[in-house]
């Protein structure tokens, strides 16, 4: 996760102490000296939505033998006891979990600050209210893009309806809110749009995600951006966040999945000759390290089973009914986790010789699996050229 808004301004909110502090890039087992990494616990497969590029391939039904309450709370003293900062609660939908605010009232008792990831459709001005009572740090609705586009991918109709009413009711009982929009080829255009949406609503963040091929967002490889419109995207990004700035609006801009990202906007201040910015730039980038998946940030299943991070299920290192995260977590047996704490030597193709693997630490590799079927290779979502990462010449893209 790259903060835009931090990158260019030195704005700090909460997730920047995580992502951007003194030897963050160095860390092995966590987010931060002292702590355990940022956790997703993908708390239920039940959706009543049915989205294109969901990485769950969830369905609205009920699936057996997912944590109960008690195994949860168990999850989450062990969370507490590993000092994991922030434990995200995500699903299919989260909030269709009878035991949802309970067991994130239990995670915000025991010290451990709980985040929602929701399609929104479920949040009535009572549901905002006792998120926000509850000590809720920060909902994230997720829109991939206005009407007609959203509930075409969200496989719905009126879901952005109703997610426009969740959005508008934490608005309202003052619960931080941002939605969470994936880019892909079908929706691009929209990025304009989203940046009037969430000034016109009043919405505090937005996150634009890279899309990742997993789940069914497997069958959307050919459907993804190409690398000329990442460059296209990322320059509406900055330019947009600019604006915010310079008209006095505090808003939380960040993209996911693709950390290349930060080493374009590097390029972009050099190119643009603002040496001051880019220094900055470089130096927060430099200080985040790049993917951090399977050190900084894991995944737990509605199972039980521990996943590098919420894309990447297909590798598993082990289930919480049978020994703790936190164990699971440090334990280096399993290779791709071993490989995943220490992955540069391992690395091929193009980002073995990028000059800025040192910010980037190879991207995402469960794009790279899925396009090569190797776990190394270079992540065919970096768009930047070999001439730009310093191997003009060198490697094959």
């Not at 369905?59 to 168990?74: H, R």
């Not at 700035?245 to 990202?261: A, F, Q, S």
């Not at 930060?262 to 220094?279: I, R």
């Amino acid at each position: 996760m790259i903060s835009v808004t931090k990158l260019l301004f030195a704005r700090e909110y909460y997730g920047d102490s995580l992502r951007y502090t003194k030897n963050a890039h160095a860390m092995r087992n966590g987010a931060g000296e002292g702590m355990g990494p940022v956790v997703v616990w993908n708390s239920t497969k039940t959706c009543n939505l049915k989205c294109r590029h969901c990485y769950m391939s969830s369905d609205n039904k009920k699936y057996q033998n997912e944590l109960t309450t008690q195994e949860a709370k168990s999850f989450i003293d062990d969370l507490a006891d590993f000092h994991v900062p922030v434990l995200l609660f995500s699903g299919g939908e989260p909030l269709i979990r009878p035991d949802f605010f309970e067991l994130a009232e239990y995670a915000q008792a025991k010290g451990v600050r709980p985040t929602l990831s929701t399609n929104g459709t479920l949040i009535t001005r009572e549901v905002a209210q006792r998120i926000k009572d509850i000590g809720v740090g920060y909902v994230g609705i997720s829109l991939d893009g206005l009407q007609d586009v959203n509930d075409q991918f969200r496989g719905v109709e009126g879901a952005f309806q109703k997610a426009m009413a969740g959005i508008q009711n934490c608005v309202a009982v003052g619960q931080r809110v941002g939605l969470r929009f994936t880019i892909n080829h079908h929706n691009i255009q929209e990025l304009e749009n989203i940046f009037d949406f969430i000034e016109r609503e009043n919405i505090n963040r937005v996150c634009f995600y890279h899309l990742v091929y997993s789940g069914r967002g497997t069958a959307m490889k050919n459907q993804d951006v190409t690398a000329e419109e990442s460059r296209r995207a990322m320059d509406i990004i900055i330019r947009r966040t600019k604006d915010f700035e310079d008209r006095g609006l505090e808003k939380e801009i960040l993209t996911v999945d693709n950390h290349c990202d930060g080493v374009y906007m590097y390029l972009k201040a050099v190119s643009e000759g603002n040496d001051q910015q880019a220094a900055q730039i470089k130096k927060y980038i430099s200080m985040n390290g790049g993917n951090r998946s399977g050190i900084a940030f894991g995944e737990v299943d509605p199972f039980g089973y521990v996943h590098p991070d919420q894309f990447t299920q297909h590798h598993t290192f082990g289930n919480v009914r049978d020994r703790k995260f936190s164990e699971i977590w440090q334990d280096t047996s399993n290779p791709i986790m071993a490989g995943l704490k220490d992955r540069k030597p391992l690395l091929k193709g193009r980002c073995s010789q990028c000059r800025f693997l040192e910010n980037c630490n190879g991207n995402f590799r469960t794009r790279a699996e899925a396009v090569t079927g190797d776990f190394w290779e270079s992540d065919p979502s970096c768009y930047l050229t070999d001439e730009e990462i310093g191997i003009a010449g060198g490697a094959d893209k």
